[in-house]
């Protein structure tokens, strides 16, 4: 069955510490893995899509990369707008579904 | 902005009534999504479609109807809610060049 596990859980961190966040997977043939925001209330924002191993996405403060077991979301000098609960899923080939982690929930502190 | 709407944006109603959440989209895209976010469980798919009456199931789908009659409009429909359907619904539909999905604002509907 595939598996998604995010950790921790939640994160509480200082603005201006730097972190990461674990995404790992398990599932045949990896179609591709996103990484979301959300924000209370809303849905979730769509991030970033890797493919492969190897590859890596930016954003402002935000950095994804891929590896075959697992997916980190790097946050380099975090600031208090970056706290949200961010989402990881994967898509398995030949089906239309992605499994969803239970995301982890970053809190940045001024 | 995916230009996704949903409605209601919440809704409270009994056991055993029949429910509709809507969802519509602006820019035509194939493939849309019905997915139930819950604590503890993450977000997980109900029934999607890939084209107009072209529809399947998800994980959760058990409870739960679809209909697709146009390419805008995804409906999803609890033909007897129960409180266990107590959740947030979100809509998505699949970028296009991509597999990315978008996500729209959500209904949070509760059973009592």
């Known amino acids: 069955e595939d598996q998604v596990t995010q950790s921790p859980e939640a994160l509480r961190l200082q603005e201006g510490e730097s972190s990461s966040l674990n995404c790992s997977y398990t599932v045949s043939g990896l179609r591709g893995l996103f990484w979301y925001r959300q924000d209370p209330g809303k849905g979730p924002e769509f991030l970033f899509t890797?493919?492969?191993a190897g590859e890596e996405k930016e954003k402002e403060r935000l950095k994804a990369t891929l590896t075959k077991k697992e997916s980190f979301l790097h946050i380099t000098a975090p600031k208090p707008e970056d706290s949200a609960t961010y989402l990881c899923?994967?898509?398995?080939?030949?089906?239309?579904?992605?499994?969803f982690g239970k995301g982890t929930k970053l809190t940045v502190n001024p | 902005d995916a230009g996704i709407t949903q409605s209601p944006r919440h809704k409270v109603t009994e056991t055993g009534t029949p429910v509709t959440l809507r969802c519509h989209q602006t820019e035509n895209h194939r493939y849309m999504y019905w997915y139930r976010q819950d604590p503890g469980h993450g977000l997980r798919l109900i029934h999607y479609?890939?084209?107009?009456?072209?529809?399947d199931k998800g994980e959760v789908s058990d409870g739960y109807s679809v209909s697709r009659s146009k390419t805008e409009d995804f409906l999803l429909t609890l033909e007897s809610a129960t409180s266990s359907q107590t959740s947030v619904y979100f809509c998505?539909?699949?970028?296009?060049?991509?597999?990315?999905?978008?996500f729209g604002p959500g209904t949070r509907l509760t059973v009592t």
């Open positions: 479609s890939y084209g107009v009456k072209d529809t």
């Open positions: 998505a539909i699949k970028g296009v060049g991509g597999d990315e999905q978008y």
């Open positions: 890797l493919y492969s």
């Open positions: 899923a994967v898509h398995q080939g030949g089906s239309e579904k992605l499994v």
